[in-house]
């Protein structure tokens, strides 16, 4: 195993608590194939990291494409739309890490706050080479080789770890390598331009003859080429990401139906109930009394 590698044994976990708890950590060391990507951006209310542990893969971020390569770090904030996908061939080895941990203890805040910027770039992907990237690994081996044991300190020592990985993230991202890079043809990259711009303003007036004026394409162009690249007509991916955001909403506040469905862009009340019926099987207010209020969700390591 080279020095800069991951420690990686497939299909290995670990787990502190859950989703809706102050402090909670999922480690999956799996790995995923073209033959199961994603048909669909999603967000959460944890933090996400994903690690490509070999080959290269393509991760879309709100829209924009983003190519990585090996040991490539995904830093994703909590509602961060993204979705990643593997291309055909052997399936690709990936740690996804999901965590939440209190920001709020007196006298750390700034410290904290510190430590998860990198998660607020515009561009939130790390790449480090050589003896850097070691450094920046090194925790992350302590954290795997730490949990094998069944020692009761385990919790306590990981989230130490892991906090070191952070600041060694946050401390070392002036020397971050990573270059965009343009991916796949010119109309791929405009219809992603167009996925960015429809999460940008799902809560507006969107229609297919406003986004092609806005992105100087024909009606019937845009129409067939959003289809072929994402799977999904121009007004189900508009729906899609409505619904999402008003999910969102009925999860984490307590604001009225008859505004959040308003505030997601939809011309009518019963509108809104026929979509948010259609792609989540169930009425909005069934969905808020079945999820709770406390934000919980699990975790969507599984892509």
Known sequence: MLE?????????SIRINTPADPLFYYFDYDQRSHDINMEFQHDHDFYEIHILLDSSATHIIEGNVHALQQYDIVLLAPYR?????YPAGLPHKRLIINFNMPRNIPGLETAYNEMLQPFNEEVPICRFTGGLRSAVFEPLNAIFTCSRSASP????LIHSLFQQFLCTLSQQNDKNAYVLEEIGNAIMQKIYSVTAHIHSHYSSE?????IS???????????HQFRTVTGFTLTEYIQMTRVRKAQQLLLHTRQRISDIAGQ?????FS???????KQSGMSPSAFRKAQGTSGGGSPLSSY
């Open 213 to 223: 004026r806005q992105f100087y394409i024909s009606p019937y162009y845009l129409s």
């Open 206 to 210: 969107l229609s297919l003859d406003s």
């Open 264 to 268: 997601c862009g939809f011309n009518s």
């Open 81 to 85: 739309l993204h979705m990643t996908q």
């Open 153 to 156: 300190l385990n919790p306590v």
């Open 4 to 12: 800069s590698d991951l420690l990686y044994e497939q299909e290995y």
């Open 271 to 277: 509108q809104f109930n026929r979509s948010f019926n």
